[in-house]
């Protein structure tokens, strides 16, 4: 049985007294965890985190603040990751190809220029491929987390 590959997500609610206070503390976790930030506003911050440390992760945020949902998405990718796959190793035979006629130079000069456009066209899905790539595998090795703040007002007496 061929190896699966999954990319997680997290979506977490943090009912906050002080926002800036909870935003510095998390901040501070995500670095602890050698994790990254990739957006944060007023209201929310997104991250990433190595899956592997995903549960410690999420220890120590409840140990830290107030989590009042969590909603954990796990998506299977291993469809797409293969599909991508195979037509990297298409198109990279195309690719050599389209140089090896090139090179025999048995074409006639009218149809060279066309052959190089083909062979242009092969490395630039060639170039976005692999990228896609990288971003699959990307995925399966860190959880993307978005943490939600909701202010929390006590009330008067």
């Known amino acids: 049985m061929a190896n699966r590959f999954?990319?997680?997500?997290?979506k977490v609610v943090v009912e906050s007294e002080k926002v800036s206070k909870s935003r510095d503390r998390i901040q501070n976790l995500v670095h602890h965890y050698r994790g990254f930030i990739s957006k944060s506003t007023s209201s929310n911050?997104?991250?990433?985190?190595?899956?592997?440390?995903?549960?410690?992760?999420l220890i120590e945020?409840?140990?830290?603040?107030?989590?009042?949902?969590?909603?954990?998405?796990?998506?299977?990718?291993?469809?797409?990751?293969?599909e991508c796959v195979k037509k990297l190793e298409i198109d990279h035979e195309f690719l050599s190809?389209?140089?090896?006629?090139?090179?025999?130079?048995?074409?006639?000069?009218?149809?060279?220029r066309h052959l190089l456009v083909k062979q242009h066209r092969v490395s630039l899905d060639i170039q976005k491929m692999e990228k896609r790539k990288r971003d699959m595998i990307l995925k399966?090795?860190?959880?993307?987390?978005?943490?939600?703040?909701?202010?929390?007002?006590?009330?008067?007496?």
Do not use: C, M, W
């Not at 389209?98 to 060279?112: C, G, Q, S, T």
């Not at 959880?143 to 009330?155: A, M, Q, R, Y």
């Open 97 to 112: 190809r389209y140089r090896k006629l090139f090179e025999e130079d048995k074409i006639p000069k009218r149809d060279r």
């Open 61 to 82: 945020l409840r140990n830290l603040e107030l989590v009042d949902k969590t909603d954990e998405t796990i998506q299977d990718i291993t469809d797409p990751f293969e």
């Open 45 to 57: 911050i997104k991250f990433k985190i190595p899956f592997a440390s995903q549960d410690h992760f």
């Open 140 to 157: 399966t090795k860190f959880s993307d987390f978005t943490i939600l703040f909701v202010p929390i007002k006590h009330g008067e007496h």
């Open 6 to 10: 999954y990319a997680h997500s997290l």
